[in-house]
Nanobody, 122 residues
């Protein structure tokens, strides 16, 4: 079992930055690929970014490339999502997830956090 707890959400003006954190406990964190997803009000959950276990391969949805950066600190059992140049369309609940391999599909992940809310005002 892996428990995931997100933090770092909040309200920010367009163009601003936030850093989300996802702290993991349970089985060896470094053995899991990690992903970030988001869900805006009334919309379906969508993939944001993912990070492999070995090699540090990263994957991003097109709309966040160049603005968001996913990273991990295995010593701290934490994965981060640095979000810069935020836009109102980035607003939503952000969830981290852990699984065996990085994927853009939420069903590929076995464990999920409860989410942290991000609001970007125009």
């Amino acid at each position: 079992q892996v428990q995931l707890v997100e933090s770092g959400g909040g309200v920010v003006q367009a163009g601003g930055s936030l850093r989300l954190s996802c702290a993991a406990s349970g089985r060896t964190f470094s053995s899991y690929a990690m992903g970030w997803f988001r869900q805006a009000l009334g919309k379906e959950r969508e993939f944001v970014a993912a990070l492999s276990t070995i090699g540090g391969m990263t994957y991003y949805r097109d709309s966040v490339k160049g603005r968001f950066t996913i990273s991990r600190d295995n010593a701290k059992n934490t994965v981060y999502l640095q979000m810069d140049s935020l836009k109102p369309e980035d607003t939503g609940d952000y969830y981290c997830a852990a699984g065996d391999r990085p994927s853009t599909y939420g069903n590929s992940y076995d464990y999920w956090g409860q989410g942290t809310q991000v609001t970007v005002s125009s």
